[in-house]
């Protein structure tokens, strides 16, 4: 419904401009093709409305509510705030593993499945977690993220490992793995 309502608008706003558009700019010898008269210009618009409305509609964020978040350890977390990193990452009592993405890269949606497959498979054992990026740089910024993916392995809150660029599912879980063998999960 609220598509609809954005293509009305903007094809109501886009034709407004275009017969403005058409009717103070008319062509005396009527050769233009936009701006020969206000109905033409309308009708222009019109049509620019929908293409720019359809253009600026993005999918949707994908993200959960902070209150749907799986508990630390029992599914893919997304952090998108300084609050969330807190409570997730740096409080964690489990190694946690930090994927920093952007929706915009090909080597990120290509790990996107990986990161869930590892949620899956260390749930209850480690923290798996997703920053996009684009939409929380305060918390890339601290950490000198200047490439995507970048995921960073925390142990105790601290940063111990960090690998930049696409790597294999085998290495991720080596990570996990070895600081699951430092430090293994408190039972509770």
Do not use: W
């Not at 609220?2 to 558009?21: E, F, Y």
């Not at 509609?57 to 799986?70: D, F, K, S």
């Not at 893919?76 to 009592?93: C, K, S």
Request: glycine fraction near 12%; hydrophobic fraction near 40%; proline fraction near 7%.
């Amino acid at each position: 419904m609220a598509m609809i309502i954005k293509l009305i608008a903007g094809i109501l706003i886009g034709a407004g401009i275009g017969a403005v558009i058409g009717h103070f700019g008319r062509c005396s010898s009527g050769g233009c093709p936009l701006t020969a008269n206000p109905f033409r210009g309308a009708l222009y618009g019109g049509v620019l409305g929908v293409f720019l409305v359809l253009s600026s509609v993005g999918t949707p964020a994908a993200l959960p509510v902070v209150g749907e978040q799986p508990a630390p350890g029992e599914g893919l977390i997304h952090i998108a705030t300084a609050e969330d990193f807190n409570r997730y990452v740096a409080q964690a009592d489990m190694p946690c593993l930090v994927d920093f993405y952007s929706d915009h890269c090909p080597p990120c949606r290509q790990l996107a499945p990986t990161i869930e497959k590892l949620a899956e498979r260390y749930k209850g054992r480690a923290v798996i977690c997703k920053i996009n990026v684009d939409t929380a740089t305060n918390l890339s910024i601290p950490y000198g993220i200047d490439a995507v993916p970048t995921v960073l392995f925390f142990a105790g809150g601290e940063e111990v490992q960090r690998e930049i660029g696409l790597q294999s599912q085998s290495t991720y879980e080596k990570n996990i793995d070895h600081m699951l063998q430092k430090n293994p999960p408190q039972e509770k």
